[in-house]
């Protein structure tokens, strides 16, 4: 059974391009969350989604950051226009439920460098 | 709200000493708790949760915690440290109804022989 899977594993733009963020869940998850880790910091919650539906975007920045989970294909975070700012790891996260008691698994990351 | 702070930004241990990674949390509602590791370049792997029951918590790697509710922490334990121990170690809380983790900022565990 794969685990969570993100590509890319790194990536790098220039300032004013977009970023686009790809998460493959669990086989069998149909929940999505998407954390952001910057440099020296802990995850900080970003977006929950479930299959065509966002749940809760209560973390996310209110410009030029989108996220999606449509009903085929990997769930995908979108930058636009990315600043220096956006440089950072993004993790992808998926759950079996929404029980508070359900483990999270993560991916291994999306490294995210904005020059 | 939930707020999760890890009182120590490194530890360097010998191999094979004990280590305690401290763990305070904050929140006005009922909570679960955990901890994660991340290895270099790797996502996070879950180490132990506690949901309710016994406050001793037994994980893998030979890894434990235990929960003091009135003391409001979560501290890990391990009796004995490998050099492959070395990694970020992440301490979480959610609240009972919710989904989203809250993260404190790590504690660099750097294991030396």
């Known amino acids: 059974n794969a685990g969570v899977m993100q590509n890319p594993r790194h990536l790098v733009r220039r300032r004013g391009q977009e970023a686009r963020l790809r998460c493959s869940p669990m086989?069998?998850?149909?929940?999505v969350y998407w954390y952001r880790q910057l440099p020296e910091e802990g995850l900080k919650f970003m977006v929950y989604?479930?299959?065509?539906?966002?749940?809760?975007e209560s973390g996310m920045p209110k410009e030029r950051f989108s996220a999606e989970f449509p009903k085929e294909g990997p769930s995908i975070l979108r930058i636009q226009q990315v600043v220096r700012g956006d440089s950072a790891a993004y993790f992808c996260?998926?759950?079996?439920?929404?029980?508070?008691?359900?483990?999270?698994?993560f991916g291994p990351g999306t490294r995210l460098l904005v020059l | 709200a939930q707020s999760v702070t890890q009182l120590d930004s490194q530890v360097p241990v010998f191999e094979e000493a004990p280590v305690e990674l401290r763990c305070n949390y904050s929140?006005?509602?009922?909570?679960?708790l955990f901890w994660y590791v991340q290895y270099p370049n790797q996502g996070l792997q879950l180490l132990l949760k506690?949901?309710?029951?016994?406050?001793l918590v037994k994980g893998i790697n030979g890894f434990e915690a235990e929960f003091n509710k009135s003391q409001t922490s979560f501290h890990l334990r391990k009796p004995s440290v490998h050099i492959s121990d070395t990694a970020e170690y992440f301490c979480?809380?959610?609240?009972?109804?919710?989904?989203?983790?809250?993260f404190g900022k790590g504690t660099s565990l750097l294991v030396t022989p």
């Open positions: 506690y949901l309710s029951g016994s406050t």
């Open positions: 086989k069998g998850h149909s929940h």
């Open positions: 996260a998926s759950s079996h439920t929404t029980s508070g008691q359900e483990t999270q698994y």
């Open positions: 989604l479930q299959k065509e539906n966002i749940i809760d």
């Open positions: 979480a809380v959610r609240k009972n109804s919710g989904y989203a983790l809250n």
């Open positions: 929140s006005s509602v009922s909570v679960y």
